[in-house]
C-alpha cells in the first residue's frame, strides 16, 4: 500500500471511531503545571453530572495524568471485535469513559518515545478505542506547541477547544502560540475561550472571601490581549490537590465552592457549543 492509500485508510478507521462522537473539545495549555488536566477531568465530570455521556481521553503523552487522578494506575485493557476490527474498551469511573497511555505503561519506566513515535501511539490508542456514543470527549492535550500536538489537532479536528491558565502567566506568546496552533489556515478550530485555574484562594471557614493570592484578574487580562472569551476562575484550594491525589476529583462530590466552579464552566461550554 502507498503512503496516501495508507493515509486514506487511517482517516477512514479514524472518521468510523468518531462517528459516534458529537463534540470534541481540546483541552490545553501554554505550559505545564498550570492544571490543565485537573479541569479536563473536572470538566469531563461535571458534564457527566448532568447526565451527558462523556468520555476523557489523556493526550497528554509525557505526562498522563488519568491514571493518578482516577486511581487507574494500570489497567487491564479488554478488546471487543466490530466489523471484523479489535477496539479497545476503554475504562469507566464516575461516569465517564477514559483512555490513556498511562494504564498500558509502568508508571516508572518513562516513555522515551521521540515525536512521530508518539503522535502515532496516540493517534492509535485514541481511534481504536470503543469510545461508543458520546456526547462530549475531552481531549486533555499535552502543553505547548509540538508536532504532537498539531498532528493531534489535524487528525482529530477537535468541536472546540479551551485553554488553561494561572493568573501569574504572564507570558502571552506560549498561550498564543498555543491558540494559533488550532485557529490556522488548514484547520480551524472555534476556541472557546480561557479558564483561569488558582485564581483565588477561599478559606472553607470564609466562604465569601476571595483572596487573590497572586494577583486579581491576571487571566481577564491575559483573555482580553488575546482576544478570546474569559470562562471564569477555579479556586485554588487543598480539596483539589488532594482529591487529585486521591484519585476522586473535587467535582464527584457536588455543590463544594470548587465542584460549583467547574460546574460553572461546564454550563459555559454547553451554551458555548450549542
Ligand atoms: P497540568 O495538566 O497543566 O500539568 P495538573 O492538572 O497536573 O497540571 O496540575 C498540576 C498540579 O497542581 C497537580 O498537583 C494538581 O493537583 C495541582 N492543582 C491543579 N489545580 C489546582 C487547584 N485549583 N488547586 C490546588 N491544586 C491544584
Known sequence: MNPFEERKKRDEVIRKAMSTIKHIVAVGSGKGGVGKSTVAANLAISLANKGLKVGLADADVYGPSIPTLFNIPKAEIYATKEDDKEWMLPMEKYGIKLMSIGFMVDEKSPLIWR?????NALTQLLSETYWGELDYLILDMPPGTGDIQLTLVQTFNPTAALFVCTPQQVAVADVRRAIKMFD???I???????VENMAYFTPAELPNNKYYIFGKDGGVRLAEELNIDFLGQIPISCSVSESNDNGVPVSVNKGTIEANAFEQLANKVIEKIN
Do not use: E, F, Q
Open 115 to 119: 515525536g512521530p513515535m508518539a503522535s
Open 184 to 186: 490556522n489556515d488548514d
Open 188 to 194: 480551524k478550530v472555534p476556541i472557546l475561550g480561557l
